[in-house]
């Protein structure tokens, strides 16, 4: 089957320091676009959160203190990241209860918006439990 897309559509999975959205930060960020003409931009990005990533995020995700210490904040990737977003509806797993407000989080704390209310979100976790 194949999907007719109208617009671009891009599918995003962060690794965080934690699960808390006030206090925890992204420390990777990984998206791959899909565009109607099928073609696709891929863009991964370790984060260096400014703060102490603990040992079981680690364990859960592999990205270590020592992996983000030369990393860009998310602030400095924020304009990027942005743009690879800009005009795409979103989509991932799980990603409409942790990685969408997670990342809106981390745009307003650099005071920067990021139109959510004019995308789609497809979150496949939805559809998996279908």
């Known amino acids: 089957m194949n999907i007719v897309l109208s617009r671009p559509v891009a599918f995003i999975d962060l690794e965080t320091t934690g699960i808390n959205l006030s206090i925890d930060r ?17 863009m991964r990005k370790l984060i260096n959160p400014q703060m102490d990533i603990p040992a079981a995020s680690t364990e859960v995700h592999g990205i270590s203190n020592e992996m983000v210490k030369d990393a860009p904040t998310f602030k400095q990737a924020a304009n990027e990241i942005k743009q690879f977003l800009d005009n795409c509806d979103i989509g991932g797993y799980n990603s409409n ?34």
Do not use: W, Y
């Open 97 to 130: 209860r942790f990685d969408i407000p997670m990342l809106v989080e981390e745009f307003l704390r650099c005071e920067l918006n990021i139109e959510i209310e004019t995308r789609k979100l497809l979150d496949v976790q939805k559809v998996f439990h279908l």
């Open 26 to 42: 992204i420390v990777e960020i990984a998206m791959i676009k899909i565009k109607p003409d099928g073609s696709q931009k891929i």
